[in-house]
């Protein structure tokens, strides 16, 4: 098992930034990618980013159009975390935000594909 946890969330501005944060643990060693999503209220969860933990694509990186450009995933893998350095915020990019864990190589926008989930962390941008 993969304990995920999320935090940084907050109430920012339109066109402020804001970084939340990620912290895995238990059986890290079995992660391939890390991923961010988030859900609007009334919306399906969509997929934000995501970033290869391990393998061939260690460090590969992925981002929805909507926030590439202006939303950055890094990773710490001595400290088990995960970023995302959010910039230019604007109103539509509020919503929950979830950190995602996989274990397998294969598509990294798709919900269903991944093994493990935080409780999520609100961010909420005020136009």
């Known amino acids: 098992q993969v304990q995920l946890v999320e935090s940084g969330g907050g109430l920012v501005q339109a066109g402020d930034s804001l970084r939340v944060s990620c912290v895995a643990s238990?059986?890290?060693?079995?992660?391939?990618?890390m991923g961010w999503f988030r859900q609007a209220p009334g919306k399906e969860r969509e997929f934000v980013a995501a970033?290869?933990?391990?393998?061939?694509?260690?460090?590969?990186?992925s981002y929805a159009d909507s926030v590439k450009g202006r939303f950055t995933i890094s990773r710490d893998k001595a400290k088990n975390t995960v970023y995302l350095q959010m910039i230019s915020l604007e109103a539509e990019d509020t919503a929950v935000y979830y950190c995602?864990?996989?274990?397998?190589?294969?598509?990294?926008?798709?919900?269903?594909?991944?093994?493990?989930w935080g409780q999520g962390t609100q961010v909420t941008v005020s136009s």
């Open positions: 238990g059986r890290t060693f079995s992660i391939y990618t």
């Open positions: 970033i290869n933990w391990s393998g061939y694509f260690s460090g590969g990186t």
């Open positions: 995602a864990a996989r274990r397998t190589l294969g598509p990294v926008s798709t919900v269903a594909e991944y093994d493990y």
